[in-house]
């Protein structure tokens, strides 16, 4: 077998045709993993169909995008957590790199041979020799990083040891086996001058390798005992390379997240659905069940997620309802429901095209997962925010609360109380004596009913409307747009909650009845354009309406105003020295990525100056004032996540919390006043000090 155009021969020491042998090892790796995934498949598509599939073209087009970004560039790793986030990095493109290595030395290899014609790689072959050992020291430092967090570190999340380690060492094993192969083969041929391929200059070209070759011809290392080792390590090699994908095969273990993680990713709703809004259920009339109480009821894009989490708690970190100490980890929550899958599976594919399947003797909500978790997240996004394998918990958890509310009608009193509440008076503030047009008086606000003329509906929202502290915004809001001239109307007694709070609490019916309601009345007034107040109002009309019709421009007040502010149509002039910190509404930035606005606003504040709450505190890692979700409307025990929120403006020194939310208003106020420091700091709408500042002197 004659040397290849760089001197070097392939299958050295090995021979051919017992070289090929190789591929036969490679082909049980990718038989076992192929195997696997499609046993798995089978269990996906016990769910329902993705109603979020929409077209593949746009899907995968826009699936590319997120991949390149999120799976191949790390960017939401890096940027949620530095350290970790480069060591997965390295082990990734270390991976890559090797695997195009030894890809294309058998393509380059059977071109040759079979084809009669050189691959242009074998052109460069030496040269990319320095490509594959950068590649190799990319692995190894990954390795390395991984290894002391994981066991000099120790963060306490990370709890599948025994599972991970067995990996860790497989990678490290084949990293260093690769490495010592090719510093044999180097150390006999092109190092030794009595050899047919002596040459010295191509074997600088590996750096690492080399330096382990000089090494070993130091040692005093015979030819024969490196062609023996080389040939005894050159087959161990390949077989670990099978036993380990073989393992994570039969095991599907961590190892198959890099097939599973880009279909998860390809498959994120957030493609073709809006980030904020939930699935819609349907017409409620024809569906047998509601909620998620097995398997069939989940889509298989849910079950799909199941499979894709690595279990790294990035989610568990960022979640609020885990750090006040709640019974909720978003992490626990897939892993639990994917032990519910394994458990249940065999016996509906057993059942497939026959008989139902029997009922289960556990329950997915009540002995798996616990309806206590599912009551606790405030569906704040900062777990799908973290996990950088597209997995979304939201829509699972949000369906099996569908399940308790309107299967069992085993919601919490108080979110019960709630719903009855907008059920009866169109809101969920039970006791509240206030109306709808209380905050109206001396404000020169108009209702649609007397005058439907307008350029923007404002959209008040019950807690804006009914809650007195609140009340402020909505009249700072109406000064603001009486100053800048415009037109805008509101639709008082005719307004009803837009149903955010009984369809995050899994009330779907409840939700529909309202959102109908309240797009009829849009409608009949010839509404277009749609400002809010509320984030949660904001995105209930803009992201959920359209799923019944109701189509409308709408915008957050920060967007509108801040908008004025660059036209000059509104210029606020009075000074106010004070320190404002400003907290991200969850509905506002998270789910909707309105950052900037907000904080223009307070930026073209004469005096004010403003800060951040910490690096890793705000914006998409802006922490819950702990009132979405229908927590607003739930009994709290325990450590309150609006008091950590709460501590972390404290913190800052600042002598103000700047809000853009009511539930954060209400929230931050309370906490401030349980921390005892109601005398020095405040909490405020941005609407309050923006109005403060016009009723300055006006210039020109």
Not at 154 to 182: C, D, I, K, Y
Request: glycine share 10%.
């Amino acid at each position: 077998m004659p040397p290849d155009l760089n001197g070097r021969l392939d299958f050295w020491n090995i021979g051919y045709p017992l070289g090929a042998l190789v591929y036969l090892s490679a082909l049980v790796a990718v038989v076992a993993v192929a195997w696997a995934l499609y046993g798995r498949s089978r269990i996906w598509r016990l769910g329902a169909p993705d109603p979020d599939a929409g077209p593949w073209g746009p899907r995968v087009r826009a699936g590319l995008r997120t991949l390149l970004a999120e799976g191949f560039g790390h960017r939401r790793l890096v940027r949620h957590e530095r350290y970790p986030g480069v060591m997965h990095a390295l082990i990734f493109w270390g991976i890559a790199v090797l695997f195009v290595a030894t890809t294309l030395a058998a393509v380059e290899f059977n071109v040759e041979r079979y084809a009669g014609w050189v691959f242009p790689t074998a052109l460069i072959g030496v040269q990319l020799e320095l490509v594959w050992d950068i590649g190799g020291l990319m692995l190894l430092a990954g390795i390395g990083l991984a290894a002391y967090r994981r066991y000099v570190i120790r963060p306490p999340r990370l709890n599948t040891m025994l599972e991970n380690g067995v990996l860790l060492w497989a990678l490290l094993a084949m990293a260093l086996s690769g490495f010592v192969l090719q510093a044999l083969r180097m150390a006999a041929t092109e190092m030794e001058p009595t050899s047919a391929l002596y040459h010295p200059e191509w074997a600088a070209w590996s750096p690492v390798s080399y330096s382990i070759a000089f090494g070993l011809r130091a040692s005093g290392m015979t030819l024969y005992a490196m062609e023996v080792s080389h040939f005894v390590l050159w087959w161990a090699h390949a077989a670990l390379f099978s036993a380990t994908f073989v393992y994570a095969a039969v095991r599907f273990g961590p190892l198959m997240h890099i097939f599973v993680s880009p279909l998860s990713l390809l498959m994120r709703t957030s493609l073709t659905r809006p980030k904020g809004a939930l699935r819609p259920m349907g017409a409620l009339e024809s569906l047998e069940s509601f909620g998620a109480r097995d398997l069939g009821q989940l889509t298989t894009k849910q079950l799909l997620d199941f499979d894709a989490c690595t279990n790294c708690g990035r989610c568990e970190d960022q979640c609020p309802a885990f750090a006040s100490g709640k019974p909720l980890s978003p992490r626990r929550v897939i892993q639990d429901a994917k032990a519910y899958m394994e458990y249940r599976a065999p016996a509906l594919l057993a059942a497939a095209g026959g008989e139902p399947a029997a009922d289960p003797e556990r329950s997915l909500v009540h002995d798996f997962i616990g309806p206590d978790a599912l009551w606790a997240c405030t569906t704040c996004g900062a777990c799908e925010e973290a996990c950088p394998a597209g997995v979304e918990h939201i829509d699972t958890i949000v369906d099996m609360r569908r399940f308790l509310t309107m299967e069992e009608a085993a919601a919490p009193q108080t979110a019960m109380d709630a719903m009855a509440s907008m059920e009866q008076r169109g809101h969920p503030w039970r006791g509240t004596q206030a109306t709808r047009t209380d905050w109206m008086e001396g404000t020169g606000a108009v209702t649609m009913a007397e005058d439907p003329e307008h350029e923007v509906l404002l959209w008040v929202g019950c807690t804006t409307a009914l809650n007195t502290r609140n009340q402020a915004a909505a009249r700072a809001m109406a000064a603001v747009l009486k100053r800048a001239g415009v037109r805008y109307r509101v639709l008082g007694n005719e307004e009803a909650c837009t149903g955010d709070p009984a369809r995050r609490m899994g009330n779907e019916y409840l939700y529909q009845t309202l959102a109908e309601q309240n797009i009829a009345t849009m409608q009949g007034y010839g509404v277009k354009k749609v400002l809010t107040l509320c984030p949660h109002c904001f995105n209930t009309i803009k992201n959920e309406y359209p799923q019944l019709g109701g189509n409308f421009e709408v915008l957050h007040y920060t967007e509108y105003v801040a908008e004025l502010v660059r036209e000059g149509r509104i210029k606020p002039v009075a000074r106010i020295e004070a320190t404002v910190a400003y907290h991200d509404s969850c509905y506002l930035g998270r789910h909707n990525g309105i950052y900037d606005p907000p904080r223009e606003i307070a930026e073209a504040i004469p005096g004010l100056t403003l800060v951040e709450m910490g690096e890793d505190r705000c914006r998409e890692r802006g922490f819950c004032c702990g009132a979405g979700g229908g927590r607003m409307w739930m009994e709290e025990e325990g450590t309150r996540v609006n008091h950590i929120r709460t501590d972390h403006f404290l913190e800052t020194g600042a002598d103000i919390v700047g809000v853009s939310c009511p539930f954060c208003l209400q929230m931050m106020e309370e906490g401030i006043g349980a921390k005892g420091m109601g005398d020095t700091k405040q909490a405020k709408d941005l609407l309050e000090l923006l109005a403060e500042s016009l009723d300055g002197p006006q210039s020109g």
